[in-house]
């Protein structure tokens, strides 16, 4: 098949669209070539194939939509998607309305550090004991020097219940909470999940966990139904090693001061509040 020495090749076409842009009828239909000596001219060639990848026309943008992209991922050079904003900074514990759960064994300190770390917080900090909540029961109180039994431990669920209580109405009145409580991680019905259900989900435990000597040690310095005996301290760290490996992040404060471990303290809960521990 020939064509006229300088004439353009027709344009690919397809159905449903006209000639393509810059292309005159003209050259699109030319004139027929009059008959040579050998013959008639040879016809023109046929248009081509309905579904031929012919060039279509460039579609209107649509006005508030991203340009779409090519066959292999990329968006042209005048569009472009809006970038999303940056994520939220992180809350700074410092001062951010925490609830604190401080969890150790008799003479780990928690009562102290505990009352100390309320007392430098930046924003209105609360501290709640256990031990002192359950001392408000007077005729018949269940002393734990005698040993857990039935008592003891209706007067433990009854002030963990109070306790509860009144981290909800701090924390509701953007007043931030430290409570203390000598928990074990074997007996999770009377133990963690009773604080969680009574505190909230957001309750942060932090356990403090010194040696057994310096347990001991501080325990003696005691004095009323606050001193245990020396079996029964060994016996209660013994059970608290029990954190080791549950997720649960641990300060071992045998060489800390009070300022040291509440410092201390201060940077574990804002690790916490960044990435919160499963329990």
């Known amino acids: 098949m020939q064509h006229a020495v ?9 159905p449903g669209h006209g000639p393509a842009p810059g292309w005159s009828p003209a050259a699109h239909h030319p004139a027929p070539h009059p008959a040579g000596p050998h013959g008639p001219a040879p016809a023109p060639p046929p248009p081509p194939a309905p579904g031929y990848p012919g060039r279509p026309p460039h579609p209107a943008p649509v006005t508030g ?5 090519d066959r ?3 968006l042209p050079p005048q569009g472009g998607v809006a970038t999303p904003g940056a994520p939220p900074p992180a809350p700074d514990a410092a001062t951010t309305t925490l609830a604190v759960l401080l969890i150790g064994p ?5 009562t102290s550090v505990a009352k100390y770390w ?10 709640i004991s256990l031990d002192d909540v359950r001392e408000w029961v007077r005729s018949g109180f269940a002393d734990p020097q005698s040993g857990w ?22 924390l509701a009145n953007g007043i931030s909470c ?11 019905v009377v133990g963690l999940g009773g604080w969680k259900r009574h505190v909230g989900p957001g309750l942060l435990p932090v356990v403090l966990l010194p040696g057994l000597d310096i347990v001991l040690e501080r325990n003696a310095e005691r004095s009323g139904n606050r001193r245990l005996t020396d079996e029964e301290v060994a016996r209660i760290h013994g059970r608290m090693a029990g954190w080791y490996g549950s997720g649960l992040p641990i ?3 045998s060489q800390l001061d009070i300022p040291e471990t509440a410092r201390l303290l201060d940077e574990v809960l804002a690790r916490s509040v960044t990435s919160p521990p499963q329990w």
Do not use: M, W
């Open 149 to 170: 039994n039935d008592h003891s431990e209706a007067q433990y669920r009854l002030a963990r219940r109070t306790c509860g209580f009144a981290a909800r109405n701090f």
């Open 6 to 14: 300088g004439s353009p090749l027709p344009p690919p076409h397809q």
């Open 251 to 253: 300060i071992d404060n």
């Open 118 to 127: 309320a007392d430098h917080r930046r924003v209105p900090t609360a501290h």
């Open 178 to 188: 430290i409570l203390d409580d000598a928990v074990f991680p074997d007996r999770p």
């Open 72 to 74: 292999n991922g990329h």
């Open 106 to 110: 008799a003479g780990a300190g928690k």
């Open 65 to 69: 939509q991203a340009p779409a992209a």
